[in-house]
């Protein structure tokens, strides 16, 4: 299986940004302007937006997801909201182990593998976001460590879930500074990811599964990068909150 066979995904992060009326509205500014789009587009919101994005999305071609979830079903984990109450209001994506949430938020790859475990079990597809930081690619220790946060976020992941795993490269050095990684960088750690599932996995689970590249990805950039041969779609934030730009990114997608 090749690229060509696997589904390609444009996934806005929408991260702590607009109110449920202004998600409304940058809803229907990008639904036309991505409506023959031949890739899978996802926008990812705050969980008070994900009514207002259900309802927008209705009878389009996007999906919604939500920036992330607990692992308990429910339970005195108060502020937090489950992977439970996700799927029942019909939210379709979640992303899991966001650098954000990890740096801020105190996130481990243990909570991560969690939160995935979690997901999965509702039903959701989850977007696991993985990277280094600065200081370890400069050490050397990038194939390593998103290697490592690779198979601890899918322990005891079966292969049937790895169908709704979506597994995002985002170099944390990438996120919102407007540096983005090269194309030759992001398609190296791709496979290094593709490597690694391959070896939990399988080879045609390897081949089959959509890795994206996040990290400042925008209208000018996407074009080179979503054409290398391990990087099959972006994690977008800053450029996903302007409908053109988003818009010409799931263009470069659905000819890539
Ligand atoms: P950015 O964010 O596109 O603004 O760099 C990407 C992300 O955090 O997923």
Not at 74 to 100: C, D, K, Q, R
Not at 186 to 203: F, G, H, M, P
């Amino acid at each position: 299986m090749n690229k060509q066979l696997r589904k390609t995904v444009i996934a806005g992060n929408w991260k702590m940004n607009k109110t449920p009326q202004e998600t409304t509205q940058l809803i229907e500014e990008i639904k036309p302007l991505v409506a023959n789009a031949s890739c899978d587009i996802v926008v990812c919101v705050p969980y008070i937006d994900l009514h207002a994005a259900l309802e927008a999305t209705k009878g389009s071609n996007i999906y919604v997801g939500a920036e992330n979830c607990h692992w308990e079903q429910n339970g005195a984990f108060t502020g937090e909201i489950s992977a439970a109450m996700l799927s029942a209001i019909g939210v379709h994506y979640v992303i899991i182990g966001h650098s954000e949430r990890r740096t801020y938020f105190g996130e481990t790859d243990v909570t991560v593998n969690q939160r995935v475990r979690a997901a999965l079990k509702e039903g959701l597809t989850v977007i696991l976001c993985v990277g280094e930081y600065l200081e370890q690619r400069e050490q050397g220790v990038t194939d390593e460590l998103v290697a490592m946060q690779v198979k601890i976020a899918l322990g005891g992941v079966s292969k049937e879930d790895l169908n709704n795993i979506i597994i995002a490269y985002e170099p944390v050095w990438a996120i919102g500074t407007g540096k983005t990684a090269t194309a030759q960088q992001a398609n190296e750690v791709c496979a290094v990811i593709r490597k690694t599932v391959a070896e939990l996995y399988c080879e045609n689970c390897a081949n089959a599964i959509t890795i994206q590249y996040g990290g400042s990805m925008n209208a000018k950039n996407a074009d080179e990068l979503l054409s290398q041969p391990d990087v099959d779609g972006g994690l977008i934030g800053g450029a996903s909150l302007k409908a053109p730009d988003f818009a010409a990114i799931v263009a470069a997608a659905s000819k890539s």
